[in-house]
């Protein structure tokens, strides 16, 4: 069975995702104010992205990768354009590394 992560663009301008087996029915619950809390404030949602995988868990672990990322990141995905992904990742620095 497929599992998906997806997603949406919130009336506020802002991004949503989620994981979830039933992409249609997920979405049709989303529209209807019967999704999560957040999109059901920021609504109307129209979906933007999806990715398929073969099981839930690998889904929901991309679900929480993508909500880390900025919202810079997220679009360059939402539009192709994988190649500028690694120039917007977040860098991190570690106390060792600065001396």
């Known amino acids: 069975m497929a599992a998906y992560v997806y997603i949406l663009h919130c009336s506020n301008g802002t991004y949503y995702t989620g994981s979830t087996k039933y992409l249609e029915r997920r979405l049709a619950q989303h529209k209807a104010g019967e999704g999560a809390n957040y999109t059901k404030k920021h609504a109307p949602v129209e979906l ?45 620095f570690r106390a060792a590394e600065k001396d």
């Open 48 to 92: 933007v992205y999806y990715e398929e995988y073969q099981r839930i868990d690998y889904a929901f672990e991309r679900e929480h990768q993508l909500k880390k990322w900025s919202r810079k990141k997220k679009v360059a995905l939402i539009n192709g354009e994988v190649n500028a992904l690694p120039r917007l990742a977040k860098k991190t």
